[in-house]
């Protein structure tokens, strides 16, 4: 048969599609690379290699994440030994303060792990190849080394124990047990809440509840007759209770009802511990010199026994028995005006004070005091307006003349200025101040004094040379002039208005003579 020029031999393209398929395969069981992913090794010294062999599994929060690569033993006939942990990728990293324990995975049946502590983080990993020391390993304890440790006494009581035990599960207590496995979740549940509790709220707690209570044994153990009849008593208790089985076990079916009234009433008793503790501490001096306090008020109790006599205090108190009731129904009327009073007091101290102590920020015009220092000085160039009116000397009008400026102050309204403005403080205000109608004075803001000044109102240069100018003031001169000899007709004055521009020197002669004419009148 002649193939085809050009066709391809499907064989090696076979072999080439086997070979992937196997390569795929082993990456999906092996889950690593050969010679890519080498794995990060470790060494661990510890005293004792407790049974433990190559290919035992190393974990970290009991996620297997090696295993044992190499045991060596330090010495001839030693326990001690050197294992090598091959540590792959995702145990990564490990640092130079970390742990290893060796674990067994079943109790009695040996078949042990090494459990991996990677260290604090921020600490510097450990380099391939490093060694955790002896001070950083530790080995289980074995079971044999527990029954070294009991003497023949406590074996025997150990012993008897177990007796104990086989009679009580002889004579119902299994049945018993199986009985109370309906309440031990609930049980166990408030075992870890009172188990956590005693760790305390401090690190240190625990380590000092230990300590106190070794000198609670020591002193138990100075007194052995006193702690001989300490458990005699007991059993003495015992055996009248299991005498009363019928009782007790209806108190117990009562125990869960009452726990579970009792729990919140021993919540709000623990949330309020803080505070009489902080109580307690306030109170320790008063408590320390009640002592002295008494010994010196007991005199004066003695004198007031005297003055609460049918001749002292009592007599007057049955004369005053008639205004008590008027007095109390006016300390319940006058409730309602102390309010008042207070809300009035908190006012003050709250808005007025702090504003009558500030400042008032004006660069043009900067204050020399407080606020409460500087408003007084207002009522001074208020009494000097009654100068026009005084009787004691005649009165005078001088026509204004206009400024370098006209200003337009709005509203059809202008002025004008005898120099430059550089600006408007305050400046215009487009909103009330902040102020809460539901709120009383006392929660309301406090007026704010800081202000930046504001822009000048816009102006036209005035030229008061202009002859339209000119003739606008001879006219409200003459007006002005014709209006006032009126006035002082009216009025049967002698006085004349002159109606030419005057010197200063002739204004104050004008002045030192109405003064001495007053004078001789």
């Known amino acids: 048969m002649t193939r085809r020029r050009g066709s391809r031999n499907p064989i090696p393209i076979a072999l080439a599609l086997i070979a992937v398929i196997l390569v795929g395969s082993y990456l999906a069981v092996a889950k690593d690379v050969p010679l890519l992913n080498e794995p990060y090794v470790i060494r661990a010294a510890f005293k004792d290699s407790s049974g433990i062999k190559k290919g035992s599994p190393v974990r970290i929060a009991g996620v297997e994440v090696g295993e044992i690569s190499k045991v060596e ?31 067994p995975r079943i109790f009695l049946e040996g078949n042990f792990f090494v459990e991996l502590s990677p260290g604090r983080p921020g600490t510097a990993e450990l380099d391939d190849g490093g060694m955790l020391p002896v001070e950083q390993t530790a080995n289980p ?19 008897r124990t177990f007796a104990e035990l086989a009679g009580t599960e002889g004579n119902g207590g299994a049945k018993a047990f ?12 408030f075992s870890a809440i009172v188990s956590e509790a005693l760790l305390g709220e401090k690190p240190d707690d625990l380590g000092r509840y230990i300590s106190a209570q070794g000198a609670v044994s020591e002193a138990l153990d100075a007194d052995r007759q006193a702690l001989r009849d300490l458990v005699t008593n007991f059993n003495v208790t015992t055996a ?9 076990r209806v108190a117990l079916r009562e125990l869960p009802v009452t726990l579970r009234a009792a729990l919140p009433t021993l919540s709000a008793l623990n949330a309020a511990f803080p505070a009489v503790r902080s109580f307690s501490r306030a109170a320790l001096p008063g408590v320390r010199s009640t002592g002295p306090t008494v010994d010196v008020a007991l005199p004066l109790v003695r004198e007031l026994r005297g003055l609460v006599g049918p001749g002292e205090l009592r007599g007057l108190s049955e004369d005053l028995r008639t205004a008590t009731p008027p007095l109390a129904r006016f300390a319940r009327a006058s409730v309602p005006v102390l309010e008042q009073l207070r809300e009035l007091a908190s006012c003050t101290n709250e808005v007025l004070v702090p504003f009558g102590n500030d400042t008032l920020e004006d660069e043009a015009f900067p204050a020399e005091g407080k606020v409460f220092e500087e408003i007084p000085k207002s009522l001074v160039g208020l009494a000097g307006e009654s100068r026009s009116t005084d009787a004691n000397a005649q009165w005078f009008k001088v026509l204004g003349t206009g400024g370098l400026e006209t200003l337009t102050l709005g509203n059809g309204l202008f002025g004008s200025t005898a120099s430059k403005m550089r600006g408007v403080n305050p400046p215009p205000q487009t909103t009330r101040p902040p102020l809460e109608a539901d709120q009383p004075c006392e929660n309301q803001q406090a007026p704010d004094l800081r202000t930046k000044p504001g822009a000048p109102p816009r102006s036209v240069p005035t030229d008061n040379s202009s002859p339209a100018v000119r003739k606008r003031t001879a006219k409200a001169q003459s007006v002005a002039v ?22 200063r020197d002739e204004l104050l002669g004008g002045l030192r003579a109405l003064k001495v004419r007053g004078a001789g009148k």
Not at 482 to 500: F, I, N, W
């Open 482 to 503: 014709e209006v006032l000899r009126d006035q002082l007709r009216a009025e049967g004055s002698d006085l004349e208005v002159v109606d030419k521009p005057i010197t």
């Open 178 to 189: 199986n009985r109370s496995l309906d309440y031990q979740p609930a049980a166990y549940k």
């Open 240 to 248: 009248a209770l299991a005498d009363r089985e019928a009782d007790l």
């Open 73 to 103: 033993p330090t010495g001839k006939g030693a326990r001690s030994a050197t294992v090598e942990l091959a540590i792959r990728g995702e145990g990564r990293p490990i640092k130079r303060d970390a742990t290893a324990k060796i674990r």
């Open 141 to 159: 304890v074995q079971l044999d080394q527990v029954l070294k440790t009991l003497k023949a006494d406590v074996r025997a009581d150990l012993r």
